[in-house]
């Protein structure tokens, strides 16, 4: 196809991934995902129109059938209009996904890296973003040891993604994926509304998952398609590996740890590239750390980081035997939210990684 529009576009089974020129392929997305029933496309019609690349494409399986088409376009990024009309043949299961952003993790920088790791990173993207309605929300990502299905945040979303945030190569070596140039992928729904979960199983092998990869974010809408009756959807896919410009400070980075005396969980989280903190006297930034149930919090520090020309927080939790804990840090400049969300879950050691 015309290097203008992509790289190149790609439809395998039930996945979709575009790559923009310049980047690598990362994640991809499911138009329609659901454990245990892969719902496939097939009789595929691809033109090009002027500076777009159109694709329909029959998609047919247990859960629905229906049409989707795909309108691409490289300028200023490569985007794509998505358009489905399903008619579902049963409830769609509490997870699943309409769509799902799909990835590739490993193991990031001081983040469950193995002993036998020869580079310091290895995943395709390294967090979920979401857009609520107040706030912007980063969760890092994992490999675990079993796998996990979970909601980070319980704010209903219209926006959200899976970014590669650490780019730099030295970390990842080079190896034949290009993993910095991975790009990242953005869910822009039209007119629906809806909650993000998160999938993640271990990384076997090669990692091949469900579909692709290992990690899935699964969008499920507040009002869920009805059996026999047409559903219509649509959402924009930015594909883009520039940095996005933020006016409030995102999380670049986040080191994970321990102490063993003790055994509590130690998380260091890097906040960055925001424009407004950087206008603001260092003493009026305030960090803030909330973990339900309740567990106490042995450490809660922060500070100007020169390095990253932003602001590092340090915090750590004990943990509750038997017991999953939900973490959410940030900051703030009086009464104002000055960066993104981080939010974790500290599980059970039986099942953490």
């Not at 926006?159 to 070596?173: K, Y």
């Not at 909650?195 to 271990?202: A, F, Y």
């Not at 020309?309 to 104002?336: K, S």
């Amino acid at each position: 196809m015309d290097e203008r529009l992509a790289t190149w576009f790609e439809m395998t089974g039930g996945l979709v991934r575009a790559v923009p020129a310049g980047g690598a392929p990362g994640a991809g997305v499911e138009p329609l995902w659901a454990p245990g029933l892969p719902e496939r496309f097939h009789k595929a019609r691809i033109w090009v129109q002027g500076t777009h690349l159109h694709v329909t494409a029959e998609l047919a399986g247990s859960l629905a059938a229906g049409r989707y088409r795909f309108t691409v376009q490289a300028r200023p990024v490569l985007s794509m209009d998505v358009t489905a009309r399903l008619i579902f043949h049963r409830s769609l299961p509490a997870a699943s996904g309409l769509p799902a952003l799909v990835t590739r993790y490993d193991y990031g920088v001081a983040n469950h890296m193995p002993a036998q790791a020869v580079y310091l990173a290895r995943h395709a993207s390294d967090g979920l973003w979401m857009a609520g309605p107040k706030a912007h929300y980063w969760v890092p990502l994992r490999n675990p040891r079993a796998l996990l299905l979970w909601a980070p945040a319980a704010t209903v979303v219209s926006r959200f993604g899976l970014l590669q945030r650490n780019r730099r190569r030295r970390d990842f070596g080079p190896v034949a994926t290009r993993y910095p140039d991975a790009p990242d992928v953005e869910t822009h729904l039209v007119g629906i509304r809806g909650q993000v979960q998160l999938s993640e199983q271990p990384l076997r092998g090669q990692g091949k998952g469900h579909g692709y990869g290992n990690v899935a974010a699964l969008f499920t809408p507040l009002v869920k398609p009805a059996i026999g009756r047409a559903w219509v959807e649509r959402y924009r896919l930015i594909w883009s590996w520039h940095r996005r410009r933020s006016r409030r400070l995102v999380v670049v980075s986040t080191l994970i740890g321990g102490t063993f005396r003790t055994g509590a969980r130690k998380y260091v989280i890097d906040y960055a590239r925001g424009a407004l903190p950087l206008k603001l006297p260092h003493g009026v930034v305030r960090d803030h750390v909330q973990v339900r149930p309740f567990s106490f919090v042995t450490q809660n520090t922060w500070r100007f980081n020169p390095y990253t020309r932003g602001w590092r927080q340090v915090i750590q939790v004990l943990p509750v035997p038997g017991r999953t804990l939900r973490v959410r840090a940030w900051l703030t400049c009086g009464t104002h939210l000055i960066s993104e969300i981080w939010a974790y879950d500290i599980l059970a050691p039986r099942i953490s990684h």
